[in-house]
């Protein structure tokens, strides 16, 4: 279990407060289908993924991403109790997605870059 400090608790928080979800959660799964292509499978209903401009463009990945941030903020909401908080999304992912667990081996704040805090 991680022991965070009331510095290190101020310093993620100040993270989402600035946050335009709309904005980070495209680019940031954007960028991920783009970069990675292959979890582009995990999405076949989202419709075009084929290229970058299609993918950016999509307003399902759009939505998503903003799905996929108020996610990460419910980890930061529960940051004594992440493993708990996420044990029904996790069953969702690996029990009826299928969603290989390596795509979710990052840390906590490593997807966003410094780039997206601001439109």
């Known amino acids: 279990m991680v022991v965070w ?7 993620i928080t100040g993270v989402f ?8 959660g495209l680019n940031s799964l954007g ?8 979890t582009r499978r995990y999405f076949a209903t989202f419709g075009n993924l084929f290229n970058a401009d299609s993918i950016m463009g999509n307003a399902k990945v759009a939505a998503h ?3 996929v941030l ?3 903020e419910t980890a930061m909401k529960n940051m ?3 493993k708990n908080s ?21 840390s ?3 997807p966003f870059s410094l780039n997206c805090l601001t439109p």
């Open 65 to 67: 991403g903003k799905v």
């Open 86 to 106: 996420f044990a029904p999304l996790s069953a969702l992912h690996s029990e009826k997605l299928h969603v290989d667990p390596d795509n979710f081996r990052v």
């Open 31 to 38: 960028r991920c289908l783009i970069v990675y292509p292959w």
């Open 80 to 82: 004594d109790n992440i």
């Open 108 to 110: 906590f704040l490593y």
């Open 70 to 72: 108020t996610g990460l």
């Open 17 to 24: 407060e600035k946050l335009d979800y709309d904005f980070v």
């Open 5 to 11: 400090t009331d510095a290190e608790r101020a310093a």
